[in-house]
């Protein structure tokens, strides 16, 4: 999808990258600049210093001969290559020797350091542009001195007076400092130019590939909030920030399709489940009222609601249970729990039960087991294991009926609860019996609503554990594994 400048530079990358630009060109200009001055300094300081060297000597050949030696030395040093710029003028400024032509004007009217660069012309310039228009000496000087100086041909120089109040000028072109500078300008230019062209690039070939991926992010949450549950974020396998972004929502988007299915799940079982003790309640209270009874049937049809109505608010309460701890909010609180201590609470409770049901419970937990979770919730999940497996039991194996075992494998606690009954052979079956009110054909003689595994599962998992059901030969093997404490 193309876009227009300004919707680009509402985005972030783009922003971030202009105020980088930005930053980057603003402070190369202030350090080139900076670098351009201060060398520029230095050259003039080199050249007032050459400038001092050159005075001193033409001070000394007047001294040792006067004028007339001076003007030969002066006229000597002004055809050599690359020589300063000399000039010796009578005391009215009319030039007498040396390699300057004409100054600009004043130059020579203020003795010592000229204040500013001035313009010039040496001899030997200027000469076609005079044959080519001819006008007056003083024009020419003039306008050939402006020409000049809109050239760039700039110079410094020290005026001094002679004893004899005549005038001498010692200065220096100021071309190679205004050539480092314009060479610096080119190159700072070049360095912006090809830093905007880069820029560009990386924009071409990164930042539009980053909008791109935000496109297809923002287009699969719009499906996602259309209400596709089922779509996904784009994972390109780059493991970037956007990969990773991806990642989470998606096991977010996951996880709030489980919760969904679940909570589905639950409103579908309360409908078909809940229905029969519903109706059953219903039928004894309309068998009740109709017909003349005594005052005992009443209370046997009410002691009979009560029962009914108690095992409705259990199945209620465990489905609430079972919702919260997988939704992974509980107000129940964790701390250590010793599970050889659980156990052994367990057993002793439902000692009496596995008598009555003529089913033998036996317990094999030898030194301390110690895992961080709730004891209630653990007592709760072990206690529908252990109730289940007294159920399926039967004491015509030889094999004991109900075996409860403890023992640590690898880094893992495992608490298991094996019983002698005919098990559940199906890989299939025994997937599914975790689930909410799913109660298998051979079990629905036995009394229950189908919720003590589920119960057990989301348990195990609130404690970031798992509950495993294996085939026991005969019999079923409930596994609860709960990740290991370290122990100090």
Not at 36 to 59: C, F, K, Y
Not at 147 to 163: D, F, S, T
Not at 454 to 483: C, E, Q, W, Y
Request: a neutral charge; proline letters at 3%; aromatic letters at 4%.
């Amino acid at each position: 999808m193309a876009l227009s400048l300004p919707a680009i530079m509402k985005t972030t990358a783009a922003r971030l990258s202009a105020l980088y630009l930005l930053l980057f060109a603003l402070c190369a200009v202030l350090l080139v600049f900076y670098m351009t001055s201060l060398s520029a300094r230095m050259l003039t300081a080199q050249t007032q210093d050459t400038i001092n060297d050159e005075v001193l000597g033409l001070a000394r050949a007047y001294q040792r001969g006067g004028l007339p030696v001076l003007v030969r030395v002066v006229e000597a040093r002004s055809r050599q290559p690359g020589a300063n710029l000399y000039l010796i003028a009578d005391t009215n400024g009319q030039i007498l020797t040396g390699n300057v032509q004409s100054l600009e004007p004043g130059v020579i009217e203020t003795e010592g350091w000229t204040k500013e660069p001035f313009s010039y012309r040496r001899f030997g310039e200027g000469e076609l542009e005079r044959q080519r228009s001819p006008v007056s000496d003083q024009q020419s000087g003039e306008n050939e001195v402006q020409a000049q100086g809109e050239k760039g041909h700039n110079a410094i120089a020290l005026v001094l007076r002679l004893p004899n109040q005549m005038i001498m000028l010692v200065g220096r072109d100021l071309g190679e400092p205004e050539r480092f500078r314009a060479v610096i300008r080119r190159a700072l230019m070049l360095a912006l130019g090809m830093m905007g062209l880069g820029g560009l690039l990386i924009w071409f070939f990164v930042g539009r590939a980053a909008l791109k991926r935000i496109d297809s992010v923002s287009e699969a949450s719009r499906r996602i909030m259309g209400g596709d549950l089922s779509g996904r974020l784009p994972v390109t396998g780059a493991g970037d920030e956007f990969d990773r972004l991806s990642e989470n929502l998606n096991s977010m988007l996951a996880r709030i399709a489980t919760l969904n299915e679940g909570l589905k799940q639950v409103s579908d079982n309360i409908a078909h489940d809940l229905k029969t003790p519903l109706t059953r309640l219903r039928n004894r209270a309309e068998a009740t009222l109709s017909g003349k009874h005594r005052t005992t049937d009443y209370r046997q049809a009410l002691e009979g609601t009560i029962i009914e109505s108690d095992q409705l608010i259990k199945t209620f309460n465990a489905i609430l249970m079972i919702s919260r701890l997988e939704a992974g909010y509980s107000s129940e609180s964790t701390s250590r729990v010793d599970l050889a201590a659980a156990v052994r609470d367990v057993v002793e409770l439902y000692e009496p039960v596995a008598e009555e049901a003529g089913v033998t419970l036996e317990s094999s937990v030898e030194g301390s087991f110690a895992v961080d979770g709730n004891r209630e919730l653990i007592g709760q999940a072990l206690s529908n294991i252990v109730d289940n497996a007294i159920k399926y039991s039967t004491d015509s194996t030889g094999k004991p009926g109900v075996r409860v075992t403890l023992e640590r494998v690898g880094g893992e606690i495992r608490l298991t609860v094996s019983d002698n009954g005919q098990g559940i052979p199906d890989d299939a079956d025994r997937a599914r019996v975790t689930e909410r009110f799913v109660r298998l054909e051979k079990s629905r003689s036995q009394p229950g609503s189908g919720l003590g595994l589920s119960l057990a599962k989301a348990i195990m998992t609130f404690h970031n554990g798992r509950l495993d059901l294996l085939p026991a030969n005969p019999g079923l093997s409930v596994v609860m594994s709960f990740p290991g404490r370290e122990e100090h």
